[in-house]
């Protein structure tokens, strides 16, 4: 045999993927990621595999491939972000810190299509987004999408996610009333949260106050950043940490709390975003620390039992929560203080539905065959209620059950608790 | 072992005396892989060489080998289809499971074309009552046990790579795993293969009754590393699950001491479902990754037993084994108290090699077993070896069996640390030789243990293997320059 070859030095130095060499090298190449990877197993093919990614990756670092590759950009632009791989990997081997990083980079040499970069510049300015969500708002209210959400193709898709991003519960007003001795609470309310899922951010603030959490407004907030972070504009996430970070340390609440996955996960890595911003990497480090998801809250509270309710319901985790976050108990701890819910397990819950971000928007075929496993193993389980607490997943999962013409909905957990909590109030409990 | 490279494994850098000598090669290469994409349709072929570099390596990535073509049948048919047309090209190939072997089995050398199984990865029929599954060659091991988990029932050789690796990698390698120390390897739980011969020819070995018939072809071709064609269809037993199991670990301050309790187990007519051993360094690289199994961090060593069958008479085996432990000098043992614990020991044991990351960025693992006896003398010698070479050595490997694994993490972008890997593989492989072993428990030869095999074959007897091999691959088309050294085949041939 040949002799040994030396590797070169890193032949990109000074992009972000130059920065995440270390990260490469950790992978030992022994395929314990391939069968978690939603992509791998819709298409078969290695390069859309974690362990394939990372091989692109490092033959990007070593100069193997060039930064403007046709066949990397696809296989990169592929990936889900859902960091299966991570929970996977014995290794260590951190992909989502990588994924960014190659986004960026190979961003620096090819522009991400129009329609990433408009929703983008959409979700960073915050009086457009506004009025955006306001107007979807209004066409929800109207119940047209619901009517057109049979349409073919992805214009049918994008009705049947505005259709089903309405609450499924209906609930009587109550007052929640708690001691606030848990310590104070500022919400991040999410630009898609606050403008669809508004239902569950109120929901949230009723179940933490009842949970003996004080809320604290913190009026300055903008969008986390997650979707600039995960397609490789870095720069534009980081601009909206440090508003965020201002924002938050202004309110002065112990903790910052999301019912949205994907921001939970960005908010705790804000500390690695701006790790090499000097004057910023303390308090985002901080900041990061003081983040948490609301299921975390609610499950250190106990939390208190409500009244019973009675819904047939399934858990799916989101990704960002469950391999990102790491968060997996925490949800069914709320569940359980519901009385009156029957729980059925879902195979493979935590599998991607393919939402992912804006993926659904940039792959759509992809994340079609993503989705449809997961919504087979729903239909399954005779579920009238998917739990899950991501806004792309809840619209995603549930436009096409409706699609699908399966009889069940999707809720965020924390909108049941607060549906028990407020049965409770009637009752006089 | 260092990285080592034949077709040109960087895209970048020129290579002008290849690029000539591989130029009539490459017009067929586009030639070749419309007529593939013509049975495969255009998605399941890969041309473009940014595109291949994701099927240069295995498991085994300080090796490192461009194929030209790779090719993904989705169906049986299609599978047939492509080896005909191969066939009818003179073209060598090469199958590829989940290219998760360790001995770079499943790399293309000179002009070989891929044929990736993994999309054919259905599972056809579980069978409860007579306890055999058929699946297609593309099925994950693990997958077939939690189908067959259903009736009771489970797949039984369990690879540590379970959960990635295919059926069909797991027959070509002849593939082990912890349980298999009770209950034998692949060859002892594949009833029948429908294989296709490089030749393009469909043939049945062995049959779902377990008779034999005539010559045991289904024992030649299992294990056979990819070198007589490709198993199409693998009928398998499967195993009941057992009444009872008890999973115990017991840690110890010196390797030593570990090795005495296994020999004691053993000797004293003890067969355990498993019984495998780690040492610190890889104790400590476990319980820094995401599969953490509460080993003590502090241990120089751990044996992790498996006790199963019946509950009666279960518990005093259990006694017996505890004994001998304590005897050898273990610290403590524990039992696990339940099965999320027991789950947790085995996971923290099966992604040990992957966990092994965290200390350097390549790893090279060997594979050679000994006999139970000599296993303190060896372990000793690897350690001394270690200290000579200036390398760390991590041990991992199924102690009930004598199938050593010793694990070395090094930087391959240094050469001198590169150089002295290489050769403390090869003082290390030698000491097991000298102990009376041999060079592969269950990884298989592949590419890289090619350069052993001389040491422990006469050159008859590599000859009688080329005549073997000739017999199903007269072309030698089949995963060409694998398992036994071309040169052997040359003077056998010339003989
Ligand atoms: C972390 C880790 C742990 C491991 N633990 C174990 C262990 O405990 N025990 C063990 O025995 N091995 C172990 N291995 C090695 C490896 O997983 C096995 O050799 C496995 O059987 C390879 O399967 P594969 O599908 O990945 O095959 P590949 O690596 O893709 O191929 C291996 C060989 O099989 C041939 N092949 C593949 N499919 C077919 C087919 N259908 N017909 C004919 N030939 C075929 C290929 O040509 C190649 O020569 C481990 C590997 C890793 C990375
Ligand atoms: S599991 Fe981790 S180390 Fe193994 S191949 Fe995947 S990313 Fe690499
Ligand atoms: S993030 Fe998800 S889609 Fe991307 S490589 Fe990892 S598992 Fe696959």
């Not at chain 1, 991400?112 to 983008?120: D, F, M, T, V």
């Not at chain 1, 609470?185 to 003996?212: I, K, P, Q």
């Not at chain 2, 071709?221 to 009872?244: D, H, K, M, W, Y």
Request: proline share 6%; glycine share 10%.
């Amino acid at each position: 045999m040949s002799e040994p070859v030396a590797v070169p030095a890193c032949a990109i130095p000074g992009t972000p993927l130059a920065n995440a060499t270390a990260g490469i090298m950790a992978c030992v190449h022994c395929g314990f990621c391939l069968q978690a990877c939603p992509t791998y197993l819709a298409l078969g093919d290695e390069n859309d595999s974690p362990r394939g990614r990372i091989f692109l990756m490092r033959s990007l670092a070593e100069g193997d491939l060039a930064l403007d590759d046709p066949s990397v950009h696809t296989h990169i632009d592929r990936c889900l972000g859902c960091r299966a791989c991570e929970t996977a990997c014995p290794s260590g081997v951190p992909y989502g810190a990588l994924l960014e990083a190659t986004r960026a980079t190979l961003a620096q040499v090819v522009k991400p299509p129009l329609r990433a970069r408009l929703i983008l510049a959409l979700f960073a300015r915050r009086g457009l987004m506004r009025a955006v969500v306001a107007a979807a708002r209004a066409l929800r209210a109207t119940g047209i999408p619901r009517l057109l959400a049979r349409l073919p193709g992805d214009l049918g898709f994008a009705f049947a996610m505005l259709a089903s991003s309405a609450s499924p519960l209906s609930r009587a007003r109550y007052r929640s009333r708690g001691t606030g001795a848990r310590g104070s609470v500022s919400l991040l309310r999410g630009c898609v949260m606050e403008g669809l899922f508004a239902a569950a951010n109120r929901a949230t603030e009723r179940t933490l106050v009842a949970n003996d959490y004080t809320m604290v407004p913190a009026p300055n907030q903008h969008c986390c950043g997650a979707l600039h972070a995960h397609a490789g504009d870095l720069e534009g996430a980081r601009t909206l940490a440090r508003r965020n970070i201002a924002a938050f340390e202004a309110a002065g609440a112990e903790l910052v709390v999301t019912n949205a996955a994907g921001c939970g996960a960005l908010l705790k890595e804000y500390g690695h975003l701006l790790a090499d911003d000097d004057a910023w990497s303390a308090r985002a480090a901080a900041f990061s620390a003081r983040a948490r998801d609301v299921s975390e809250l609610l499950a250190a509270a106990g939390p208190r039992v409500g009244a019973p309710i009675s819904y047939r319901v399934t858990y799916d985790a989101p990704c960002h929560l469950q391999h990102a976050q790491r968060v997996h108990a925490e949800p069914l701890v709320v569940l359980d203080a519901i009385p009156g819910l029957e729980r059925v397990a879902l195979v493979d819950s935590d599998q991607c539905c393919g939402s992912a971000g804006i993926y659904n928007l940039l792959e759509p075929a992809l994340s079609a065959a993503v989705l449809a496993p997961k919504i087979a193993h729903i239909e399954v389980t005779g579920a009238t209620l998917v739990v899950t607490g991501n806004p792309g997943c809840l619209m995603q999962i549930g436009a096409a059950l409706c699609r699908a013409g399966v009889p069940a909905r999707t809720v965020h957990p924390v909108e049941l608790l607060d549906a028990s909590y407020a049965a409770a109030a009637r009752s006089g409990r | 072992m260092a990285l080592h490279t034949e077709t040109p494994s960087r895209a970048s850098g020129p290579q002008p005396e290849q690029a000539q000598d591989r130029r009539g090669a490459l017009i067929q290469t586009e030639a070749l892989a419309s007529l593939l994409a013509a049975i495969v349709g255009e998605r399941g072929v890969l041309a473009r060489p940014s595109e291949l570099s994701a099927y240069s390596s295995d498991g085994l990535p300080g090796y490192r080998l461009r194929p030209r073509l790779a090719v993904f049948p989705h169906t049986t048919q299609q599978l047939v289809d492509v080896v005909r047309l191969l066939a009818r090209k003179q073209c060598p190939f090469v199958a590829r499971g989940a290219g998760t072997g360790l001995s770079a089995g499943a790399l293309a050398r000179g002009d070989a074309v891929v044929v990736g199984l993994n999309r054919l990865n259905r599972i056809i029929s579980i069978d409860p009552l007579n306890r055999l599954a058929v699946v297609e060659p593309g099925a994950v091991n693990v997958t077939l046990s939690r189908a067959a988990g259903a009736y009771g029932l489970h797949y039984a050789p369990d690879p540590s790579s379970q959960t990635a690796c295919t059926i069909g990698g797991n027959v070509a390698e002849n593939s082990g795993g912890p349980h298999c120390l009770k209950y034998g390897v692949t060859l002892n739980h594949v009833v029948a293969l429908k294989v296709i011969l490089p030749s393009g020819e469909i043939t049945t070995l062995g049959n779902a009754d377990g008779e034999a018939e005539g010559y045991d072809l289904l024992g030649a071709f299992v294990g056979s590393e990819g070198c007589f064609g490709i198993a199409l269809e693998v009928t398998v037993r499967l195993t009941p699950n057992p009444q009872g199991v008890r999973t115990l670990l017991a840690d110890f301050t010196s390797i030593d001491a570990g090795a005495r309790a296994t020999s004691a187990i053993i000797a004293a007519g003890i067969l355990p479902a498993a019984l495998e051993m780690m040492d610190g360094p890889t104790i400590r690289a476990v319980e820094a990754s995401i599969y953490a199994a509460g080993y003590p961090a502090d241990a120089s060593a751990v044996l992790l037993i498996e006790l199963d069958g019946m509950d009666e008479g279960l518990d005093a085996d259990v006694q017996r084994v505890e004994a001998h432990c304590l005897a050898a000098g273990a610290r403590t043992v524990r039992i696990a108290a339940n099965e999320e614990e027991r789950t947790r020991l085995w996971q923290g044991r099966k992604k040990a090699f992957g966990a092994m990351g965290r200390i350097a960025p390549d790893l090279v693992v060997q594979d050679a077993v000994i006999p139970r006896t000599r296993l303190p003398d060896v372990l000793r010698e690897i350690a001394a070896i270690a200290e000579l070479r200036q390398i760390q050595v991590c041990n991992v490997f199924h102690a009930g069996d004598g199938n050593l694994h010793p694990n070395i993490g090094y930087d391959s972008r240094n050469p001198d640390e590169s150089r002295r890997v290489g050769l403390a593989m090869r003082d290390i492989m030698q000491a097991c030789i000298d102990a009376g072993g041999t060079i592969t428990g269950e990884h298989g030869v592949g590419l890289d243990k090619l350069e052993y095999m001389p040491k422990i074959f006469s050159p008859e007897s590599l000859a009688a293997q080329c005549a073997l091999r000739d017999a199903f691959d007269p072309e030698r088309r089949a995963n060409p320059g694998k398992v036994v050294p071309v040169h052997s085949c040359r003077e056998w041939v010339g003989a």
